[in-house]
């Protein structure tokens, strides 16, 4: 069984500054890839970047970036420079990689909010 | 290219009643996958098909049911509607569903009220 925890319902961030957004996972999984999703008021659900959980460097999708410490059980999101479109629900998600599950389980989300 | 759409975007249903959700993937795309989405929670995987086989359901009852298409459209059926079925359900469909980098993209989904 997998386990996304995200532990902050919401967060407020200035315009311009970086926000980190908290994740942490539980899985017994071998291998397995973490995920964020970005979704607006719309309700699409938005890819923004994926890591594996055998990869050595921490993955980074222009202006953001996955802090995967493996150790910690934990891929949190970093996002620099904030603009007034990055205002959404942010979900963390994991689906392991062997086995025949191929289902993201998913976070409870953050909701963001950049302030002018 | 069009993305993944689902039909209708919106829906109000009574109690008991049925309803079926629509989802064409992207062109090329041979795995779909149905979530449900409750108000102020994460997405909730309910099935998944590849090349018109169930690879993956989750913890949902009987009164849900899905299947795909030869042409890997899905559809996504709910029987007997309770109130607690009031929910965003979200489609998603991927190019492989082997190992690898797996990128979902997701529908706008259905927005079902249950009244």
């Known amino acids: 069984a997998q386990k996304i925890t995200q532990t902050q319902p919401g967060m407020f961030v200035q315009e311009k500054e970086a926000v980190t957004l908290d994740c942490t996972y539980d899985t017994s999984d071998p291998s397995y890839g973490l995920f964020w999703y970005k979704q607006p008021s719309s309700g699409e659900m938005i890819f923004l970047i994926y890591?594996?959980?055998?990869?050595?460097q921490n993955a980074t999708e222009g202006r953001y970036s996955l802090n995967f410490q493996k150790a910690r059980k934990s891929a949190n999101l970093v996002i620099s420079a904030s603009q007034l479109g990055d205002s959404a629900m942010y979900f963390c998600a994991m689906r392991p990689i062997s086995g025949s599950a191929r289902q993201l389980t998913f976070g409870s989300g953050t909701q963001l909010t950049v302030l002018p | 290219d069009a993305g993944v759409t689902q039909s209708p975007t919106h829906l109000i249903k009574t109690r008991g009643q049925q309803v079926t959700l629509r989802c064409s993937p992207i062109s090329g795309h041979k795995s779909v996958s149905w979530y449900q989405q409750v108000l102020g929670q994460g997405p909730q995987f309910i099935f998944q098909?590849?090349?018109?086989?169930?690879?993956g359901r989750g913890n949902f009852p009987d009164r849900f049911s899905a299947r795909q298409f030869p042409n890997y459209s899905s559809e996504l059926n709910v029987n007997a509607l309770l109130l607690g079925d009031s929910a965003l359900y979200l489609c998603?469909?991927?190019?492989?569903?082997?190992?690898?980098?797996?990128?979902?993209?997701f529908g706008q989904g259905t927005r079902l009220t249950v009244v």
């Open positions: 098909y590849y090349e018109k086989e169930e690879r």
């Open positions: 998603a469909s991927s190019l492989i569903i082997g190992t690898g980098i797996f990128e979902a993209f």
């Open positions: 890591q594996g959980s055998y990869d050595q």
